[in-house]
């Protein structure tokens, strides 16, 4: 009994031991369960907060009732999707195809640009539509794409832009959406006014209606209306979010702008470094050196002065000559880092003053309605004058040709000659870019591009675009 | 001859009065800025004025501007126009009214004494006198002129030297020829360019820089 009721003990000893077990087990999943819910709620609450600040910082308004006036422009919004998806379908196609199927003889090359430009007009309009019937005030029309661009090129630009794809796409996408929009408004708004308004009209339809079902219909017609406002309401606001990422400028897009901000500040600096240096090189190895020779000179002069009369004369004529030359050097320098003649009589006077101390005879057209602003008048000069440096030293022409134009916001300039070709941009060794490549980087400082065509054999072509601005 | 100054670094005009004054020119007056150069004009009538381009307050052309506009209200005023730089659309702008007794140079050449003097008493006299820059920079302008191509070396020379305003004597001079060389130089430029020859010298010169655009 003993030896049993030990063996009994131990055993339901044991057993308690496992209850206290489970217990502990039990108390502890029941633990971790409300650290879970704790946590979930958590999660919501922030899950909350987010989208209140969301909501804050992207100005949207908290879903409450819409007005009446926002339901007629949301419903007139949704009922437009159909005719205007149907139109847009049918031009997409249409272009698209014809642009395609008769690329092969060229005709469909200009067609192709054209479609790209329909299409950004389009999208521009569609743009609009959001913006005067759904708010959707960031919705900014885009520019046109490579404008002012040769042909060829804005071929190029037009098929490799993203948004003009996008919005291609999109204006597609219209129809099947439209249809969709279309219908839903449609029914849902034909129920729930059919239903407010029964009473006006079940006395003429075959079967009477008892009061108390035309009372319910109404009232369910009316409970509805406010139901249709809410489904209405969201479904433009569906709209409105898919517009604004198909639409709307990319978070890519703005992220590839910051990155050629930056990049084109850092190449600023670097040209605004190497044209210190080379100043500081310049006044250092030139008119510095020819004072100093001078001051010697005159230094020496007064030592002889006594009892080489004839020899301090000939110091005095040759420190004379120091003197000049360091004053053509400093003039030479000085005009370098900003021509006078460029601030007083502007872009056409300058490069004309350019041209006629080249040794080569170099056409000067320019074409301008008014002035640029100093930075930018001051950048198509220095595109210019390295430019006609850059024809002097290497081309091995007998003519250039300079042109500043303007059109659409963008200033040109172009440096065309008839030498050997074979230029190019180099990359930048070290520090200091010189060259071509200073002047790409100067050129970038205002935002605009330098291109150059330079095939063996000639002709080469320099050519900046700067951004007016305006 | 009574002449005005009108530079705006005291240090430069101080220097030129002491020039002038040794060369034995009377200086009867100075301005620091272009209305003051007018103003200075009106009250001791000079026969020259002798004007730095750039001045306060912008330090652009006023000089030049103050120039063109006392010549405009004083008739018979010669002016000497100085700059740092010198550029042929400036001349052309001086040259514009009326080409008697204008010149216009560079800043420097007032180092070369006596060169600078002679240029001084040509102007006053009612001649000209442009820098050699300014007449390299109308040659580059017509550097594809077939008429200007046919000119030899040296006739390119004299008509350098004509259109800066030399005399036939200090061209022959400057080039270390006879007088009569330069003579024949000059006809045969003037039948070159098609021209036509006239008597006195100051014409010829004139006829030389509307050739040249200037």
Redesign the interface.
């Known amino acids: 009994m003993t030896e049993r009721s030990s063996w009994l003990d131990r055993l339901l000893g044991r057993h308690e031991q496992s209850h206290a077990k489970w217990d502990a087990r039990r108390a502890e999943r029941q633990a971790r369960r409300e650290t879970r819910r704790a946590r979930r709620d958590e999660r919501h609450a922030r899950r909350h907060e987010q989208r209140r600040r969301h909501r804050q910082r992207h100005l949207l308004p908290h879903p409450a009732r819409p007005s009446l006036t926002e339901t007629l422009k949301e419903t007139l919004h949704l009922l437009l999707d159909l005719p205007l998806g149907i139109a847009t379908f049918t031009i997409v196609v249409t272009l698209v195809s014809t642009g395609l199927s008769t690329l092969v003889v060229l005709v469909g090359a200009p067609i192709l640009v054209g479609t790209g430009i329909v299409v950004r007009w389009i999208a521009n309009l569609e743009r609009a539509r959001f913006r005067w019937l759904l708010e959707a005030q960031n919705l900014q029309s885009a520019t046109w794409p490579g404008e002012g661009e040769p042909f060829l090129q804005r071929l190029w630009t037009c098929t490799k832009d993203p948004t003009v794809w996008k919005e291609g796409l999109y204006e597609l996408a219209l129809l099947p959406w439209g249809i969709a929009t279309f219908t839903i408004t449609v029914v849902l708004w034909s129920i729930a006014i059919g239903a407010t308004l029964f009473a006006t009209y079940s006395w003429a339809l075959s079967r009477s209606y008892p009061w108390y079902e035309v009372l319910g219909i109404t009232v369910g017609g009316l409970v509805l209306l406010v139901v249709v406002q809410r489904i209405i309401h969201g479904i433009a606001m569906l709209t409105r979010a898919l517009a604004r990422g198909v639409l709307g400028v990319s978070a890519r897009e703005l992220t590839a702008r910051v990155e050629h901000l930056s990049v084109s500040r850092a190449q600023t600096v670097d040209a605004a470094t190497a044209e210190r240096q080379r100043i500081e090189r310049a006044l250092h190895d030139g008119a510095q050196v020819r004072l100093t020779a001078l001051a010697m000179e005159l230094g020496r002069a007064r030592e002889r002065l006594d009892n080489d009369p004839e020899g301090a004369r000939e110091l005095l004529d040759s420190a ?1 000559d120091e ?2 030359r360091a ?2 050097e400093l ?1 030479d320098l ?2 370098g880092i900003h ?3 460029l ?3 502007g872009l056409d ?1 300058a490069l ?2 350019l ?4 040794p080569i ?1 170099v056409e000067v057209v320019v074409d301008l309605p008014e002035r640029p602003a100093p930075a930018l008048e001051a950048t198509a000069y220095y595109v210019a004058a390295e430019g006609i440096t850059n024809v002097m030293r290497h081309a091995g022409a007998t003519r250039a040709r300079v042109a500043v134009t303007r059109d659409d916001g963008q200033l040109s300039v172009e440096v065309q000659d008839d030498g050997r070709g074979g230029a190019r941009i180099a990359e930048a060794h070290g520090l200091v870019p010189t060259g071509l490549r200073g002047l790409a980087d100067r050129v970038a400082g205002v935002d605009g591009e330098l291109a150059l065509s330079s095939p063996p054999g000639g002709p080469t072509i320099l050519r900046a675009e700067l951004p007016c601005g305006s | 001859m009574r002449v005005v100054i009108a530079e705006d670094s005291v240090l430069l005009r101080a220097g030129l009065e002491r020039l002038l004054a040794d060369e034995g020119i009377e200086v009867v007056g100075a301005a620091g800025d272009g209305d003051e150069l007018l103003a200075v004009i009106g009250t001791t009538e000079p026969d020259l004025a002798i004007v730095d381009v750039r001045m306060p307050p912008t330090f652009t052309d006023e000089g030049l501007r103050a120039a063109i506009e006392a010549r405009g209200r004083h008739a018979g005023l010669r002016v000497l126009v100085l700059s740092q730089y010198v550029e042929d659309e400036y001349a052309r702008e001086l040259l514009a009214t009326d080409a008697e007794g204008v010149g216009y140079l560079l800043k420097d050449r007032v180092a070369d004494v006596a060169d600078f003097v002679e240029a001084v008493r040509r102007v006053g006299d009612g001649g000209t006198a442009l820098d050699p820059e300014v007449v390299a920079q109308l040659f580059g302008r017509h550097q594809r002129d077939r008429a200007m191509e046919d000119l030899t070396p040296r006739e390119r020379e004299v008509l350098g030297l004509m259109a800066e305003g030399h005399s036939n004597g200090a061209i022959a001079e400057h080039l270390v020829i006879s007088a009569g060389a330069v003579e024949k130089h000059i006809t045969n430029v003037f039948a070159k360019l098609g021209l036509e020859p006239d008597g006195t010298a100051h014409r010829r010169v004139l006829a030389v820089l509307r050739y040249l655009g200037a």
């Not at chain 1, 041209?355 to 080249?358: V, Y």
């Open positions: 004379h003197a000049k004053l053509v003039r000085a005009r021509p006078a003649i601030t007083d009589r006077a004309t003053a041209a006629a101390r080249s005879p």
